[in-house]
């Protein structure tokens, strides 16, 4: 019953993040009440009641996302906090040719003590191993999977780095790009980059760009064609990727589609990506891979 009580919880505490203890409790939720101005769980045929205390959270995105710095070797990652171990899986990203880019991880990893890793990119991931030409290039794009010391998956990042040793890290988008309010005619373009720069998307044979240094984007693409599909390049620094992106059909489509749908997703066992603070990201990942391959003639919901 106690788990069923946090659980239960994971939708009503707006209530108390915002400051609202005194919002009403539908008459519905019958063993919810306040007391006191403490909120009141009362098992249902028991005496005993359980009162339910704020607690912080575990990770904060803006300290576990914050971009690594360059070292003589490689990264090294500061999240601030002495008390957090884990493990850093990393390995290069290479994009060229590939639709789905993903990183391909080095058979060893960085350890997390106190708060701090370090990534030897020199030594660990050069000769044989420089599967992204850094060697030669001086510039890669580097994958990470930070695992606390429990085996929880807690973040996926990646950042751009220069060099050959010294190396230091460069502008890259932490999030997205995103696809936002889709209509006949538009879409609003969204991503994060981890400094502040103008960056641009090219669709259609334009160019829409925010005039002011920025680190969150939302550009609205417009004048396009009803269920059309558009590729777009996002460019921000020396970088740049090409996506697509298809237009909603116009008012009054009438013609036969087909749409995907899915849901319950929820945390299952096996660890891993099969239970990622409360989703099975495996599936989620499984399902968005069917639909890429299907012959959807609008774009997807998915809820």
Same mark, same amino acid.
């Given at each position: 019953?106690?788990?069923?009580?946090?659980? $239960?919880?994971?939708?009503?505490?707006? +209530? @108390?993040? &915002?400051?609202?203890?005194?919002?009403? =409790?539908?008459?519905?939720?019958?063993? $919810?009440?306040?007391?006191?101005?403490? %909120?009141?769980?009362?098992?249902?045929?028991?005496?005993?009641?359980?009162?339910?205390?704020?607690?912080?959270?575990?990770?904060?995105?803006?300290? =576990?996302?914050?971009?690594?710095?360059?070292?003589?070797?490689?990264?090294?990652?500061?999240?601030?906090?002495?008390?957090? !171990?884990?493990?850093?899986?990393?390995?290069?990203?290479?994009?060229? !040719?590939?639709?789905?880019?993903?990183?391909?991880? $080095?058979? /060893?990893?960085?350890?997390?003590?106190?708060?701090?890793?370090?990534?030897? =990119?020199?030594?660990? +991931?050069?000769?044989?191993?420089?599967?992204?030409?850094?060697?030669?290039?001086?510039?890669?794009? %580097?994958?990470?999977?930070?695992?606390?010391?429990?085996?929880?998956?807690?973040?996926?990042?990646?950042?751009?780095?220069?060099?050959?040793?010294?190396?230091?890290?460069?502008?890259?988008?932490?999030?997205?790009?995103?696809?936002?309010?889709?209509?006949?005619?538009?879409?609003?373009?969204? @991503?994060? &980059?981890?400094?502040?720069?103008?960056?641009?998307?090219?669709?259609?044979?334009?160019?829409?760009?925010?005039? &002011?240094? !920025?680190?969150?984007?939302?550009?609205?693409?417009?004048?396009?064609?009803?269920?059309?599909?558009?590729?777009?390049?996002?460019?921000?620094?020396?970088?740049?990727? &090409?996506?697509?992106?298809?237009?909603?059909?116009?008012?009054?489509?009438?013609?036969?589609?087909?749409?995907?749908?899915? /849901?319950?997703?929820?945390?299952?066992?096996?660890?891993?990506?099969?239970?990622?603070?409360?989703?099975?990201?495996?599936?989620?990942?499984?399902?968005?891979?069917? !639909?890429?391959?299907?012959?959807?003639?609008?774009?997807?919901?998915?809820?």
């Amino acid at each position: 019953m106690k788990q069923a009580f946090l659980l $239960f919880f994971f939708g009503i505490s707006w +209530l @108390f993040l &915002t400051g609202q203890s005194n919002t009403e =409790i539908p008459v519905v939720y019958s063993n $919810f009440y306040f007391e006191d101005g403490n %909120l009141i769980f009362k098992p249902e045929g028991s005496p005993d009641k359980m009162t339910w205390i704020p607690s912080e959270p575990v990770y904060y995105f803006d300290k =576990i996302a914050k971009s690594p710095k360059g070292t003589e070797n490689g990264l090294r990652f500061d999240f601030g906090d002495k008390n957090f !171990n884990g493990t850093i899986y990393y390995g290069f990203i290479l994009s060229e !040719n590939i639709k789905y880019p993903q990183p391909v991880y $080095f058979h /060893s990893t960085a350890k997390i003590n106190a708060g701090i890793a370090e990534i030897d =990119i020199r030594n660990n +991931l050069s000769g044989k191993y420089d599967i992204a030409n850094w060697e030669e290039k001086g510039f890669s794009r %580097l994958g990470y999977r930070i695992v606390s010391s429990e085996g929880k998956i807690v973040y996926d990042g990646k950042i751009n780095v220069r060099g050959k040793g010294p190396f230091e890290t460069d502008v890259t988008i932490v999030s997205g790009p995103f696809i936002n309010q889709v209509t006949d005619s538009s879409v609003i373009i969204s @991503f994060e &980059t981890n400094v502040e720069i103008i960056a641009f998307v090219i669709a259609d044979g334009h160019s829409f760009m925010d005039k &002011t240094q !920025n680190k969150n984007f939302e550009l609205k693409i417009d004048g396009l064609k009803p269920l059309t599909e558009y590729s777009y390049t996002a460019k921000y620094g020396d970088y740049s990727d &090409t996506y697509s992106f298809k237009t909603a059909p116009p008012p009054g489509y009438n013609k036969e589609f087909t749409f995907a749908f899915a /849901s319950d997703w929820r945390a299952g066992n096996g660890g891993g990506e099969r239970s990622v603070f409360g989703v099975n990201a495996y599936i989620a990942k499984r399902l968005v891979e069917k !639909n890429s391959r299907s012959q959807c003639r609008i774009p997807a919901i998915y809820r």
